[in-house]
């Protein structure tokens, strides 16, 4: 039915589905930030997981329904290129959110969220390796790729828990000077002021499943009414699900800028950097619907969008370690250097793509 559309009015579309995916996973966001808080969801392994799925939703949705219509390639690109937009995510939050002399990693850095972007770059490399395998290498529409990214994502998290928990180091991996308040204390003030305006956890359940419902419906007319565009005006696939779909990373703006502006600023990175690291389970999710193995199909854009996708975490994480205190036209030195860098490195992916 939306191939039948105008341009201008499925572009129209494709815009009102952005911004429902906004607005509907910022409030799934907040539900599940209840959820973690009232249930104590992120002290445990099944909670962790569900967490994952819940603030994936919008990249859930566009994956299952590209692979569904055989779009590998908007599917690939939007897990490796949703990656390097959404680090990118961090430098608008150290321009707009973080206040005083001070930018984001310098109040951030920590060890357990150095161990959250280790296990980023060394499930990038398991991608990177799998574009290698031959395609046929199948069982059960299972890739063995996506199979040993989604097991080391696991046991990763589970690290990462314990981590949590404390570390044989001086002040258990916590920089001296760092953020003030408590880590996790935004999602602590969501359920402090639900329980203040009388909202009930039933409330908020129905909240959610309501913003889910609304997110997986409007991830899946993004990715019809964007590959429809792309298709249209010559774009492709890989380019478009990089740049335009990163709509889908509009709810981690709204959240992170709510949890900086509380001083939570170790929660922000890790929400980032977590749902990063969740992004590539998703390949196991593409060849299940559509039968094939989405990483031996991967074109030299993708493996180039997920080095561009280390790079800029590896940036991130000098920035952990290292803590800039200067700030440069509102932001940390690391944030200038991932700004300038995705920009080059998108112009360097029009060029991969139409050389």
Sequence with gaps: MLSSLSLPVLTLVFVTAAAVVWIAGTRLSDATDIFSVH?????ALGGLLFLAIATNLPEIA???SAALRQNIDIATGNILGGIAIQTVVLVVLDVFGVRGRHPLTYWAASLDLVLEGVLLTAILTIAVMGTQLPAPLIIGRVEPAGLLITVL???GIWLIGKARTGLPW???GHAPGGQKEPRGVAKAKKRHDARNTGVSITRTAIAFVASAIVTLVAGVVLEMSGGDIAGRVGMD????????????ALPEVSTGMAAVKLGDYKLTVSDIFGGN????????????PSGQAALPQAQSTDIYLAGLGSLLT???LYGLIFRPSRRILRMGIDSLLVLILYAIGIAGLIAVTYR
């Design 277 to 288: 690291a969740f992004l590539p389970v998703l390949f196991l999710l593409a060849s299940l």
């Design 314 to 316: 590896a940036i991130y």
């Design 153 to 155: 994502w696991l046991v």
């Design 170 to 172: 001086h002040e258990e």
């Design 237 to 248: 696939g890989v380019l478009f699900g990089s740049t335009f779909l990163a709509a889908t």
């Design 62 to 64: 566009i994956i299952s």
């Design 39 to 43: 249930f104590g969801l992120s002290e």
